[in-house]
């Protein structure tokens, strides 16, 4: 048997016209996935929920993501949270290096209005600590999380010891001892 006998004209004109069928199968495939992501993005851009969106997990967190751009900030955390459970480890880092954005937001919008709300930014930039730190557990290579937190780092106190100060009270190991005499 020879090699000419494999290769005939017409074995070779239906393997042309299977490559064009599987060929065009593809390209329209792909070009109504495209209309749908386009349809999708254009969606996420307005804040558009309605029948665009399915339940995926990627519709929520967009959406949770377009929230926190807008200033909803507690909606944004409470939907980041609910996706938490079914995300796998990325997704998750993404997720923890969202709400760490939420918290830091949250404490640069309330120190710069006053210095009496100090010991609530630096609450919520404690919170967004955790949140970056708990990102760069799941994900280490997260170079915008490792910036965030550098960044973070410098505008937090360092951390008091207890008992140690500037004042004459002893702080948090001696505050229950009564000062003065009986």
Sequence with gaps: MKISDLITVKKITYLSIMTIVISL???VDSSVKMYRVQNFNQAVAVGDSSEVFSRSFES???IAYWLATKGMFK??????NNLVEEANTDQQSAIHYNI????????LIINGTSMTVRDEAEYLFRQAKKAYVQSLKLNNTHWDAKHNLDRLLTMLPGDPTPGVG???SPGLIMGNIPVGLP
Excluded: V
């Design 75 to 80: 909606e944004a955390t409470i939907l980041f």
């Design 166 to 168: 500037d004042s004459d």
């Design 60 to 62: 929520r967190f967009s």
């Design 25 to 27: 199968y593809l390209l």
């Design 100 to 107: 760490g954005n939420i918290f830091f937001n949250r404490g």
